[in-house]
DNA sequence: GATAGGTGGTTTCAGAAAGTTACCACGCGG
DNA sequence: CCGCGTGGTAACTTTCTGAAACCACCTATC
């Protein structure tokens, strides 16, 4: 990686961004990891993921779905059942998700410490 | 993990939430990622960023200084020198964020083909 | 037989976030 | 003197999120 080109990088950046805007954010990240236990239906969901209005994650669902993470399989029985579930492509991009989740989980503290400390840094 | 306690995982759902709030956006990845080669100035890593305005690369940075990933460094010359670098805290984070950069760049092509075949299934 | 609750959403509308543009003080090169 | 580069802030617009109501339909309850 010598010499490098930073308007390749800059492009490169342009382009990650682009496709992180349709695979990441807060909502794709807790939905991912809960469909990596299994397929879920929508309310099921909802309850799981905790604070999500259904909107939002109708809309999630739909840009999941359109963006082959996530199938969606209707079964027409009263009232009809609708089933999400990752793809393979999703089942794949569960493992940066769980890496993702993980170092979260494992560094809340450090990040809660550092807040504090900014905190204190500017009031004073 | 058997016999899974989902009161217990939707409040983990919600904390997880809340700190992928603090740390990850589109934005967030993409500054980290290239912080990660060395520290940058302002304007610099708006350029290698590429299609970030300054007021988001402003406040994005001072969301990243606040959560102690990133910190900044003032050099009082003229005109003023402002240094940004990760914390040790932020080179932890590389690792995640590097590999949500590479599982993208590897498999964007897969997501166009999914969105393609979507379009096309929605469409007739 | 009305009423409450669960199914999977859409609609409506306020408020928050993101993006765009302009501007600041300062110096330096042409 | 004019414009560029430095690191931002302020005002304004557009887009997005979030809360709540509503829908049709079914089941269980009182």
Same mark, same amino acid.
Not at 26 to 36: A, E, N, Q
Not at 44 to 68: C, F, H, M, P, W
Not at 81 to 107: C, H, K, M
């Given at each position: 990686?010598?010499?490098?080109?930073?308007?390749?990088? $800059?492009?490169?950046?342009?382009?990650?961004?682009?496709?992180?805007?349709?695979?990441?954010?807060?909502? $794709?990240?807790?939905?991912?990891?809960?469909?990596? &236990?299994?397929?879920?239906?929508?309310?099921?969901?909802?309850?799981?993921?905790?604070?999500?209005s259904q909107k939002v994650l109708?809309?999630? @669902?739909?840009?999941?779905?359109?963006?082959? @993470?996530?199938?969606?399989?209707?079964?027409?029985?009263?009232?009809?059942?609708?089933?999400?579930?990752?793809?393979?492509?999703?089942?794949?991009?569960?493992?940066?998700? &769980?890496?993702?989740?993980?170092?979260?989980?494992?560094?809340?503290? &450090?990040?809660?410490?550092?807040?504090?400390?900014?905190?204190? &840094?500017?009031?004073?």
């Amino acid at each position: 990686m010598q010499a490098p080109d930073y308007q390749a990088e $800059t492009a490169q950046c342009v382009f990650i961004g682009r496709m992180l805007g349709r695979v990441t954010d807060k909502w $794709t990240v807790l939905i991912v990891r809960v469909l990596g &236990r299994g397929p879920c239906r929508f309310n099921a969901l909802r309850r799981e993921v905790g604070e999500i209005s259904q909107k939002v994650l109708a809309s999630t @669902l739909r840009d999941l779905e359109e963006n082959g @993470l996530v199938s969606r399989t209707v079964t027409p029985v009263n009232p009809p059942q609708v089933e999400y579930a990752l793809t393979d492509l999703g089942r794949d991009f569960l493992r940066p998700i &769980r890496g993702l989740a993980e170092w979260v989980l494992e560094n809340a503290a &450090r990040i809660e410490a550092a807040r504090a400390e900014y905190a204190a &840094r500017v009031s004073t």
